[in-house]
DNA sequence: GTTGACCTTCGAGTTAACTCTAAGTTTATA
DNA sequence: TATAAACTTAGAGTTAACTCGAAGGTCAAC
């Protein structure tokens, strides 16, 4: 059994977070000490790994917590719901991608035309461009 | 002299979102009726396009307002200055799209491990695969 | 037996950029 | 003239995911 703070440890979560994730349902400590000591069994930090990982791969705590729920009773869930849960965020993910993309598109082509020098900047390019309103991208919707 | 609805359809932003610009020094309307009405001028619409296209762009609030001081005065200010700005922005959007990438290799290989189908989730190599906290990205420090 | 590290809860604060509401005034239209 | 659309301000609410602080209890070591 581990403490939260050797939790945190394994799993780079801080013990704040951790407290905040059981808070909102992601993680739980099986037991207690009298004292009120929060103590995690294997099972607890496997969840616990679940959590981070997902986090990491991108997902939501609100998408963590529908797949926590799946896998806690995989025989009532069907792998489609987890796949089209995935799906889903790949295409947030793709959507912003784009989104990002033309920004950088945007940006490299100002840095092109700018000379960058210790010249006032009575003349220049990126000003001009963002005078011009030539900058034509769509923020995310979400 | 547009009113701020006409501003609004001009540029795209909302009225909301022009008083709430305007609020943190980025918009202004260089008249108001007697009645309190903003009327913006040529000058004011060429302000506001610059905001909108500097939004765009990705840059911060914060950013469009010390572009707009370079702007209103650009004989004070040297080419560097905006390159600087510029740049920065290009590396903030570069690591987020580093992050992202990866995110969306992982969910594509998650997409491909899994059959989707309609049978229960008790193998369902996703979850296993965030079971064994196998995702590695690392989330952005801003 | 005391010091210091670690734990507890509860609740407020942070960030960025909006977004909305309410209550009231002004203007344009029919 | 009546009504609807558009405008005003001030301020609160939204979102997501933390992050921090205060006030106090617990535990291990020396």
Redesign the interface.
Known sequence: MLKISELAALTGLSAHTIRFYEKHGLIEASQRSGSGYRYYSDADV?RA??V???????FSLDDIGV?LS??LD??????????DI??H??DE??E??AE??T??R???R??ES?????????H?S??E???????????RAS
Chains 1, 2 share one sequence.
């Not at 981070?52 to 991108?58: H, I, L, M, V």
């Not at 995989?74 to 796949?83: D, G, P, Y």
């Open positions: 496997k790994v679940f981070k990982s997902a986090r990491n791969t991108g797949l799946i896998r995989k025989q009532s869930h069907s792998c489609q719901e987890v796949t995935t799906q965020k790949l993910v793709n912003r991608l990002l993309q920004m950088r945007t940006l490299e100002l840095l700018c000379c960058g020098g210790p010249e006032n900047a009575t220049c990126i000003i461009a963002l005078d011009g309103g030539a900058v034509t991208v769509t923020r």
